[in-house]
């Protein structure tokens, strides 16, 4: 049995230990480098500055996290931020995004709405916070759950949604949406295909109605650049009914989508394509313009290889229906000799 000396040494030995244990994560802390490209810690100082003018970061060739926060603040910053959003996973995280818009869209119908906690003037508010403590920290599993909550929330990078005012932004070229994909897809490295259908999953529990949801640009990125063809059209055919968008926005949205839901669907993405051209109200039947014209010849063309006969029959009724439109039945006669022969 041990004595009262050999006990005192034991104890001083293991404090000695835990105190080398401590000195060493300690150490690991301290020459931590941030993971990612820094964008959020840049947006995070960029605020500091503008809002508190103490830093500024444009001579700063690398970002120096410790200009904002030490080590152990960024850490309560993460938790804090953590519980706050529900990010200790992607499919709670979602949730309250969820829940918060919807109660917000509530509380602006009552005459006294209550206001809820401000955000900062962050990029994507308290979560460019969070996300540059995830960056600081070289949390990567944290950094991965926030990028696939941008996709499938839908939270596009805010220097460049900020110039259209609508809430899903119509001009596709002034819009960078598979910023975050390309992001998180650099991070993720072998836990890519694991990321992807779990961003599927969430996507289709919580945005499976566009009445709410609409369009989402950045998982649509999502579908065409993994070539999800299921998952693409179980997202276009409810967006292309009738009682959620006009036949002509339907038609825009599978066109977007069609090279990869024709992979498994195509008779029923074809019929999508052609609905526009029954319409007589449609842009593209609205008069004879080469633009017009353009159009619905590469429409049928696009639909040409998977329901010939369906496209032949479109081509025999513009033909016989559009009798003073020259350019438009020049076009189609065309394509129908092609069809026949």
Not at 71 to 81: F, N
Not at 102 to 130: E, F, I, N
Not at 256 to 283: G, N, Q, Y
Request: aromatic share 8%; glycine share 4%.
């Amino acid at each position: 049995m041990m004595n009262d000396t050999d006990r005192n040494d034991a104890a001083g030995a293991t404090e000695a230990k835990s105190g080398n244990v401590s000195n060493a994560n300690t150490e690991v802390n301290d020459e931590s480098r941030h993971i990612g490209d820094g964008e959020a810690g840049r947006a995070v100082l960029e605020y500091v500055w503008s809002s508190f003018a103490r830093y500024h970061s444009d001579d700063m060739r690398e970002l120096d996290y410790r200009l904002i926060m030490d080590d152990q603040q960024w850490v309560m910053v993460r938790d804090l931020l953590q519980q706050y959003l529900a990010m200790d996973d992607l499919d709670n995280a979602v949730q309250v995004f969820r829940d918060r818009e919807m109660k917000k869209l509530a509380d602006s119908c009552l005459p006294d709405a209550v206001p809820s906690p401000a955000s900062p003037g962050l990029p994507q508010g308290w979560w460019t916070l969070l996300e540059a403590a995830y960056e600081r920290l070289g949390d990567e599993e944290g950094l991965r759950r926030i990028y696939a909550c941008y996709i499938v929330t839908d939270r596009l990078p805010w220097y460049r949604r900020k110039r259209d005012p609508s809430r899903i932004p119509r001009h596709g070229n002034e819009i960078d949406s598979a910023h975050y994909v390309r992001k998180l897809k650099t991070l993720s490295g072998e836990h890519w295909p694991e990321d992807v259908r779990r961003m599927v999953a969430v996507h289709q529990r919580y945005y499976r109605d566009p009445m709410l949801s609409g369009r989402q640009l950045a998982y649509e990125e999502l579908l065409l650049s993994e070539r999800l063809s299921d998952a693409a059209w179980r997202y276009c055919k409810v967006r292309c009914r009738s009682r959620y968008a006009l036949v002509g926005e339907g038609a825009k949205l599978m066109e977007r989508m069609f090279d990869i839901v024709s992979k498994r669907h195509a008779e029923e993405a074809c019929d999508i394509l052609l609905a526009p051209l029954h319409d007589a109200d449609s842009p593209m039947l609205s008069n004879d313009s080469p633009e017009h014209v353009t159009q619905i010849i590469a429409v049928l063309r696009k639909c040409l290889p998977y329901v010939e006969n369906q496209v032949r029959e479109e081509c025999e009724r513009l033909y016989g229906m559009y009798r003073h439109r020259q350019l438009l039945r020049s076009e189609v006669k065309k394509l129908l000799e092609h069809v026949q022969s």
